[in-house]
């Protein structure tokens, strides 16, 4: 067993087919399949179910797979270790990011990190928060803009800023006394046009029910920017985290923090347990968390 007989088979695990592996490895489909059909025999199991179009893990193949990414991240680890302090700190940093944390990502320690490390160039990830943690699980991404609530297991997180939840609307959705206290109430939503991202679904409608408030859902829909441009056009109130509030300032829409502990909200910096981080990730954690 090598290590580029590793490498070859969790390309082929990540991309799906050995055609898809072999495009991204820059090499040709026969030797990465004799390499992978080597790899079989000698540790005499299956470990690709193979068909037409696709290829997936046998069991013995994902523990293999598991296995194989834990070997590869020491390996870089330790070249990274031999070469010491001076390594300079340059590459790509493949960042995971969900779009309502755009404000947060670009921060002053952007600006910073970019001053201090010019070589380091980004490639952004846009998603929802879970299948940023699949990428990261899969070594697709280095680092992940994440929101809670999410499964934490096997992650290791920096919490950054906790943060409200805003409801965001045309200015005549909220009475004069809410404008000039600058926070809403639950019981001011009632009956309100509201526009909701699903996955704050169940954390919304809980709150309400708890305080005996009906709510009208005039959408509900996948993606928090969806739920801002309906509030844009006037079609109701959407309710997101405060930052995300931030993406559509200067439109006209106004930005109102909702008095509920229950709809705060946090972004995090995530990466595997036990996940190699090249030099360029550590620098932007330091930057980032502290």
Known sequence: MTLKQLEYFVAIVNAGSISGAAQQLHISQPPLSMQIRSLEEELGVLLLERSTRVVRPTDAGLRLYEKALDILDMVKETGTGLTG??????????????????????????????????????????????????????????LAFA??????????????????????????????????????????????????????????????????????????????????????????????????????????????PIDCEAFSSRVAIVYREGQYLSPAARKFLEIYCG
């Open 85 to 142: 302090s001076e390594t300079p700190v340059s590459g790509k940093l493949i960042l995971g990011t969900i779009s309502s944390c755009g404000s947060i990502l670009l921060s002053s320690a952007i600006d910073r990190f970019t001053r201090l490390y010019p070589d380091v160039d980004f490639e952004l990830i846009e998603s929802n928060t879970l299948v940023l943690v699949d990428k990261l699980k899969k070594r697709e991404i280095d």
């Open 147 to 256: 929101r809670t609530p999410f499964e934490t297991e096997h992650l290791h997180c920096s919490y950054l800023t906790q943060e409200p939840m805003c409801a965001v609307g045309k200015k005549e959705f909220f009475s004069d006394t809410v404008l000039q206290n600058g926070i809403i109430q639950l019981a001011d939503l009632q009956n309100l046009p509201l526009l909701i991202y699903r996955r704050y679904e169940n954390t919304i409608r809980e709150a309400f029910r708890a305080e005996g408030i009906i709510i009208h859902v005039k959408c509900l829909c996948d993606d928090a920017r969806t739920t801002l441009m309906w509030a844009t056009s006037g079609l109701g109130i959407c309710l997101v985290p405060q930052s995300a509030s931030r993406l559509f300032s200067g439109s006209g829409m106004t930005a109102i």
